[in-house]
């Protein structure tokens, strides 16, 4: 660790790595053992091997079994019906293709779902969403089982999917692994514009066509949705932790650019990028704690979405590394906010992108001593090549310096930064702990005190909202939302009316055992709240009229009553009818094993551990 590393990133670091020492070590022990092995066709039955390449054509066979060429095998989310993973269809052909141009071949091992928060969003299919990443990990894992790759590709880029791709890929942590991006659709209707529509849908004031006419002006091509949401934050995400490409997270799918570093992700992985001395190392060595670290801090500083809270907790669980919430908020401490991207603000990962992107923040970073500079990557001059960005000279790749921002009123460096702090704050009390993405919050919001309106049901919130219920300050408590109640659904839905009535002047706060994601907008919301209702956590006493204080300064969230009559105050259960109702039907049914097994939401929310 460098000794030009900031003290609290170095202090963070070391006790994760004391915490982390046992089942890092055996998770280290395991991925020695398992590289130690001869290679797939080499090691596997002949049966085995002629069933692992009877389907791909006969100069390819001969490669793989007679020339022992490297052989990379490719996980894929696409489909045809989500815009951020409809331009990977032609990928595979590609990597093919350039995989057999450096004398390798490539394999298209398997496929995972992916599930669009967009279109489940407020419907029953939303409790599916979390734990759709377990199930992402586990097909990761079913196609690499096969076990007769010298490397892997993987293609994702959404919400649970690029989570669920990595802990899958770090349970084959001996595989050098390289993540390929699609990149964002160009920006249609601005994100505040769609927004302001939707408040105006929520009052009555805009009919279903006008609100429909503005959705589809927002999300209208292929590519991820253009707000800095947890799509998005995946992608910074995985640039500063070095597992892709340089600078290719924000690349249009239709720039022409694409296919060219798509490509180079097939030089990548094979170690045929540059050096030639270098070569890919194995992603589960790659994802030490400083990495996990680095993923950290550039997450707060771009005020990324609240979902990687739990995401990252469970992809570090993943390699044998043990983080929690109050990690995330030392850092968070002294980490600066270098951007503002919506709901941050009013530019699109597109002005982002032009800003100077990814690679813009992590220069700033790593020269601040506020990321590790001293990690492995996919590539060989380590986490300083990630502070570039690509450029087509002619056919040729190149990469020049994303230094200095193109526009500060979106990107700033470390020293005039947005906030001294990061746009995460973990909040704890007698309600809990939980989290606030105080990023996006008005100054004058960061602490609400009022009377809790408690529901069940983000549906019962709207009813009351309609009804002209919530007209005054009120804290909204919505319960029975986390992993084990019925999945951790998002709450997104919920800004809308929670919106009109901050816009009133009212004030108003959520607080809730579910997620709200990275587009939570404006209002103050304290989310993942753990213990969560179900498991009897303290969200189930709270009762209409109880003073509610959520501080986001000091960090605290607390129902504002004497210690002995909140220890004293009986704990509401799940309403039968609503349980049932949580369970059943539209696939719910299959996920109850995972619901049953979830750990809380601070321990990543994991069903496999």
């Not at 990107?411 to 906030?419: D, L, N, Q, T, Y």
């Not at 009377?451 to 804290?475: I, N, Y």
């Not at 939302?481 to 009212?506: C, D, I, R, W």
């Amino acid at each position: 660790m460098s000794s030009s590393t900031h003290p609290t990133v170095r202090d963070v670091t070391d006790r994760i790595r004391e915490r982390s020492h046992g089942p890092r070590s055996a998770y280290l022990a395991q991925l020695a053992e398992i590289r130690n092995r001869d290679r797939g066709s080499d090691r596997m039955g002949c049966a085995n091997v002629a069933h692992a390449v009877a389907g791909i054509p006969a100069n390819d066979k001969f490669r793989v079994v007679a020339e022992r060429a490297p052989n990379i095998g490719i996980v894929t989310a696409y489909n045809d019906m989500l815009s951020a993973h409809a331009p990977y269809q032609g990928y595979p052909d590609i990597i093919k293709q350039e995989a057999r141009r450096l004398g390798a071949t490539a394999q298209v091992a398997g496929g995972v779902p992916a599930m669009c928060d967009g279109v489940t969003q407020g419907t029953p299919g939303m409790e599916l969403s979390l734990f759709s990443r377990d199930v992402i990990a586990m097909g990761t894992a079913i196609a690499l089982t096969h076990d007769m790759f010298d490397a892997a590709l993987m293609l994702g880029v959404c919400d649970k999917i690029v989570p669920g791709l990595l802990i899958g890929a770090l349970h084959f942590g001996h595989l050098p692994t390289v993540f390929v991006p699609a990149g964002p659709m160009p920006s249609g209707l601005s994100n505040g514009a769609k927004s302001k529509v939707r408040e105006q849908a929520a009052q009555g004031l805009v009919g279903r066509q006008g609100l429909l006419d503005a959705e589809m002006a927002a999300y209208h091509t292929q590519g991820t949705c253009t707000f800095y949401g947890t799509a998005n934050s995946n992608q910074m995400l995985l640039e500063a932790m070095g597992l892709h490409v340089p600078g290719t997270a924000f690349i249009q799918p239709g720039d022409a650019m694409r296919e060219t570093l798509t490509r180079e992700a097939v030089r990548t992985v094979l170690g045929k990028a540059g050096d030639a001395a270098f070569q890919c190392p194995p992603i589960g060595e790659m994802v030490d704690e400083r990495c996990i670290v680095n993923a950290m801090v550039a997450l707060l500083a771009t005020g990324g979405s609240t979902n990687h809270l739990i995401h990252w907790v469970a992809v570090a669980r993943a390699a044998g590394i043990v983080i929690d919430w109050d990690d995330f908020s030392r850092l968070s401490d002294i980490i600066p906010l270098l951007t503002r991207v919506y709901p941050n603000g009013s530019a699109d990962v597109n002005e982002f992108q032009a800003a100077g992107g990814p690679g813009f923040v992590i220069g700033e970073l790593v020269d601040a001593g506020l990321m590790h500079g001293d990690v492995l990557t996919v590539r060989a001059g380590g986490i300083r090549e990630f502070a570039n960005v690509p450029e087509l000279d002619g056919e040729q790749l190149r990469w020049t310096s994303a230094a200095p921002s193109k526009n500060d009123a979106v990107a700033r460096p470390v020293s005039s930064p947005f906030s001294a702090t990061g746009g995460l704050k973990l909040l704890s009390g007698n309600l809990g702990r939980s989290v606030i993405k105080v990023s996006s919050v008005p100054d004058d919001r960061h602490v609400i005190e009022a009377p809790a309106r408690v529901f069940d049901s983000q549906a019962a919130l709207h009813k009351a909202f309609t009804a002209g219920e919530l007209e005054r300050d009120v804290v909204c408590v919505v319960r029975w939302q986390g992993p084990q109640a019925n999945g951790m659904p998002e709450l997104h839905k919920l800004t809308p009316p929670l919106s009109v009535l901050q816009g009133k002047g009212f004030r108003v706060a959520l607080v809730t055992d579910g997620r709200m994601s990275g587009a939570s907008g404006k209002i103050p919301a304290a989310i993942h709240v753990s213990p969560e209702a179900a498991s009897g956590g303290p969200l189930a006493k709270v009762r209409d009229g109880d003073l509610i204080r959520l501080d986001s300064v000091a960090g605290t969230l607390a129902v504002l009553l004497p210690e002995d009559e909140w220890a004293a105050r009986e704990i509401a259960t799940l309403p039968e009818a609503q349980r049932i109702a949580d369970g059943r039907g539209l696939g719910r049914e299959l996920f109850a094993g995972m619901r049953r097994n979830a750990l809380t939401a601070e321990e990543g929310a994991c069903s496999w551990l």
